[in-house]
């Protein structure tokens, strides 16, 4: 199933030709993987990076795997790093907000006995990249024996089985500055200087895999279309091997993903130098006046200000009135320890909502039509810890944003009625002896 951070979780209907092809792409091409290799993972399996990265492919290739429960790890981060230093882990992978937690909460005197010499590939992926998160990673814990060039950024999704891109083995963060104007009015990445005004830095997920194509094409073209030139915003759309047959009994939304034999991925990106850079999902960009807003944009200057919970800041568009103009929204919540009182959140949130809205105009030169401060916890997450903008968007329209249990309680309600669905067609084709409609 797709991860459900955008939309409800999607069933994906996967061929042990397309398992074999991206176990290939994963193992041979992009980690160059050896029997001495040994893998280390809190991952939960349910998730796609965590069973197919850490437990098909390693078995296919006869790699071994250590597994940290996942409650453990966000728990006590440094359970991470004692796993790779008693088992000696030279591949380990997780989304951008571990890398920042585990900075955060691993204390000086929890790092005693830690070594992490023998890490030589650290990936990335499953939720925006950041390069200044992975570059304190790495002079963070330089001391203990990491090596920044074991930084591999990567793309992925559950619809290519797991990845799509890599990065070249020890070439660590490679980072693009473009103009942010241009990036955002014209839909084109021009390269700037890093210290020029307004640029923005986008993080290289280096490029496809042999027997596999990825291109950039404008939203709206048709299979016929040619694709973009490098250095202008389009539609990431890949093809081969490891792409799914389509979504699980659903052939309409199958129809709409493929335009001919090409995945629309509904993510945006460019390419510089064949490197695929991505800015976003096509449905969450917020456009204001002519103006294209990537939402990790948004979210990364409200990151920026003392008291703000990082990595749980999330921006959407939202509406919430009948024939109401699209509102721009940042929602984060507060840096604060314990359960604190409503008469906390209101006093510090009140102060750094304004903050925020100065932050994002000064960064971004947009004003924010709503700024939300929320106690910590009350951002709704898929089960793989990435935040849930739709979700987020919808309990926002409904009022109902900062209530924790309204969160769980959407989730849960929709994760059950999914399961409900699958199982009661998978009976039905048991009991009537059907199979199920291909894609």
């Known amino acids: 199933f797709t991860s459900g951070s955008t939309s409800r979780p999607k069933g994906v ?8 092809a991206n176990v290939k792409c994963i193992m041979h091409d992009g980690l160059q993987s050896g029997p001495d290799d040994v893998g280390v993972s809190w991952l939960p399996l349910f998730h796609d990076m965590g069973l197919i990265g850490f437990v098909l ?10 597994f940290v429960p996942s409650l453990l790890f966000l728990k006590r981060p440094v359970s991470w790093f004692q796993a790779m230093t008693k088992y000696r882990g030279s591949i380990a992978y997780a989304p951008n907000f571990a890398y920042a937690l ?3 909460r691993i204390r000086e005197r929890e790092l005693e006995n830690i070594d992490l010499s023998t890490w030589r590939v650290a990936g990335c992926g499953a939720e925006p990249i950041r390069a200044e998160t992975l570059h304190t990673f790495a002079d963070t814990f330089a001391k203990v024996g990491f090596r920044r060039e074991a930084l591999l950024p990567s793309y992925g999704m559950a619809e290519s089985s797991l990845a799509v891109a890599f990065t070249e083995l020890h070439e660590g963060v490679k980072v693009l500055h473009v103009d942010g104007d241009r990036l955002w009015s014209a839909g084109v990445a021009e390269v700037v200087a890093s210290e020029s005004e307004g640029s923005v830095p986008v993080v290289s997920c280096g490029k496809g895999f042999p027997d596999h194509r990825l291109a950039i094409y404008a939203q709206d073209d048709a299979e016929s279309a040619a694709p973009l030139l490098q250095g202008h915003v389009g539609e990431i759309r890949i093809q081969g091997p490891s792409v799914m047959r389509g979504y699980w009994e659903d052939v309409e939304k199958t129809q709409a993903t493929f335009a001919g034999s090409m995945l629309r991925t509904g993510d945006l990106g460019f390419l510089h130098e064949d490197r695929l850079y991505v800015c976003g999902r096509s449905k969450e960009v917020v456009i204001v006046n002519g103006r294209n807003y990537y939402p990790q944009d948004l979210e990364w200057e409200a990151s920026k200000v003392p008291g703000v919970r990082k990595g749980n800041v999330i921006a959407f568009g939202a509406r919430t009135g009948v024939g109401d103009r699209e509102r721009v929204v940042v929602a984060f919540e507060l840096q604060l320890e314990g359960t604190p009182s409503e008469a906390v959140v209101a006093e510090r949130g009140a ?9 994002v105009q000064e960064g971004m030169a947009l004003t924010l039509d709503d700024a939300v401060a929320l106690p910590p916890g009350a951002l709704p997450k898929t089960s793989s810890g990435k935040l849930q903008r739709a979700l987020s968007r919808q309990l926002y329209e409904a009022g109902e944003l900062g209530d924790r249990r309204s969160a769980r309680e959407a989730d849960k309600l929709g994760l059950l009625v999914e399961a409900a669905k699958s199982q009661f067609s998978f009976l039905k084709r048991a009991v009537l002896g059907k199979t199920p409609p291909k894609a």
């Open 102 to 104: 585990a900075v955060k």
């Open 13 to 20: 209907t996967l061929t042990h030709e397309n398992l074999a």
């Open 351 to 359: 102060a750094l909502a304004q903050q925020v809205r100065k932050a």
């Open 57 to 66: 492919a390693p078995l296919v290739y006869q790699v071994s795997s250590v």
